[in-house]
């Protein structure tokens, strides 16, 4: 298992960052990121259960999902980290962080993060989002995540990776995962944690984030940016990196 999280380190030096990606993403949706914080990092992407090519879980589910990223953790040796989840892999990562009885993870970083409540979803989009696979649904749901334009390196990988997606995970997640409430645990937790958001996100909406995040996470720290969407990640890449570096490195930042 440790080979999986080899094939996906950037940089060998530094302080370790871990990085969950979003529903329908990879590790590889880290890229532009990590190619900015590798020359000072040890940064690691995992394919999570059913994405990227990787196998799904035969019964997914938040802990499984959270005990599988522990797992490889283990196996690759790695110890201290700050832990960096985007949307779903917010949830997931926030999970981890309730599991955390050895203290590993350092800060918790959530990027627009699914939250700790249940993630509001209309029937028509639930609809949509269940025809998979499907060229047609995939694009549709890139270009309307979207604020910022996508280079075509980016746009094409972030179609290719939902249409990679395993259909057991997929549905899955819509059908249970964003509706599995992790609240009440959520709230205990005592370690540093930033949640990074845009105001224009179409999907992680000021709203959501304001009522189901901020109020469960009362210990947090909310930074928000603007004009950019949900797949911040590869939006704004540069805001990403500099808001991890200023969090990790804090008084590097002054």
Known sequence: MAENVKEQQYGNDGEVLVFLHYFGGSGKSWEWVTDKLSNNYRCITLNLPGFGGSPSMVNPSIQGFAEYVQKELESAGITIHTLIGHSMGGKIAMQIAINDSKEF????????????????????????????????????????????????????????????????????????????????????????????????????????????????LKQAKLITTSRVGHLSPLEAPEWIATQIRNIVNPEKAK
């Open 105 to 216: 993870v350092k800060h918790l970083i959530l990027v627009a993060p699914s939250p700790p409540t249940t993630e509001p979803l209309s029937d028509d989009e639930k609809t949509h989002m269940l025809n998979h696979p499907n060229l047609k649904e995939a694009e549709r749901s890139v270009d309307r995540a979207i604020k910022q334009p996508l280079t075509e390196e980016q746009y094409k990988l972030a179609v290719e990776t939902q249409l990679m997606s395993d259909e057991v995970a997929w549905r899955w997640w819509i059908l249970q995962g964003m509706n599995h409430s992790i609240a009440e645990k959520a709230e205990l937790l005592e370690l540093p944690i930033t949640v990074l958001a845009s105001e224009d996100d179409p999907v992680m909406t000021s709203d959501v984030i304001n009522q189901r995040v901020m109020p469960v």
